[in-house]
T-cell receptor, first 114, second 115 residues
Framework: KNEVEQSPQNLTAQEGEFITINCSYS?????LHWLQQHPGGGIVSLFM???GKKKHGRLIATINIQEKHSSLHITASHPRDSAVYIC????????????????FGKGTHLIIQP | DGGITQSPKYLFRKEGQNVTLSCEQN?????MYWYRQDPGQGLRLIYY???????QKGDIAEGYSVSREKKESFPLTVTSAQKNPTAFYLC??????????????FGPGTRLTVL
């Protein structure tokens, strides 16, 4: 079973700072997802990646398959970025035995202060 | 607008009662999922369905049941056999099964409290 570790668990920063959230996993994967959970509980998918780097606005996600590590960066952070950021990994092989869903990290609680 | 709806947002039930959580999607997705979220823990998979009339147990299926009679609907029943049912429940869907390559879309969640 894949173990997904995120760091830091909590992060408070000032508006404008460059933010990095890390995710490590233990078993080979085919895809890694970064998700954002708002205070009300709703979850939005930010990125899905299996190699390299993706960018969307001020968000950048990178993955290093060999090192089993991914990072989510936020440039020019803003208070509206305050949320829980969740890393989740998809299995390398579809086994059909309950492994079709994602394995989730516990999340990083980010607060951006004005 | 396409999306996933879950109802109700908050649900209170007495201990020992079964309760059914609703999940509907109009994204024409084949695969649907139920997750449970507890404080300080990552989301955990309860059940998933790849196609109508078929579903599979996830990591924590005990005390739960599901049905998939229609493509757009995947209701979850929390039975009295579930020892700690108080939690936040999230439904998700994807265009096809396999978390390898398919983005999952999440509903707003239902917070269940058992009194």
């Amino acid at each position: 079973k894949n173990e997904v570790e995120q760091s830091p668990q909590n992060l408070t920063a000032q508006e404008g700072e460059f933010i990095t959230i890390n995710c490590s996993y233990s078993v080979g994967i085919s895809a890694l997802h970064w998700l954002q959970q708002h205070p009300g509980g709703g979850i939005v998918s930010l990125f899905m990646l299996s190699s390299g780097k993706k960018k969307h606005g001020r968000l950048i996600a990178t993955i290093n398959i060999q090192e089993k590590h991914s990072s989510l960066h936020i440039t020019a952070s803003h208070p509206r970025d305050s949320a829980v950021y969740i890393c989740a990994v998809g299995a390398t092989m579809y086994s059909g035995g309950g492994a079709d869903g994602l394995t989730f990290g516990k999340g990083t609680h980010l607060i951006i202060q004005p | 607008d396409g999306g996933i709806t879950q109802s109700p947002k908050y649900l209170f039930r007495k201990e020992g009662q079964n309760v059914t959580l609703s999940c509907e999607q109009n994204l024409n997705h084949d695969a649907m999922y139920w997750y449970r979220q507890d404080p300080g823990q990552g989301l955990r998979l309860i059940y998933y369905s790849q196609i109508v009339n078929d579903f599979q147990k996830g990591d924590i299926a005990e005390g739960y049941s599901v049905s998939r009679e229609k493509k757009e609907s995947f209701p979850l029943t929390v039975t009295s056999a579930q020892k700690n049912p108080t939690a936040f429940y999230l439904c998700a869907s994807s265009i096809a099964s396999g978390s390898r390559y398919n983005e999952q879309f999440f509903g707003p969640g239902t917070r269940l409290t058992v009194l």
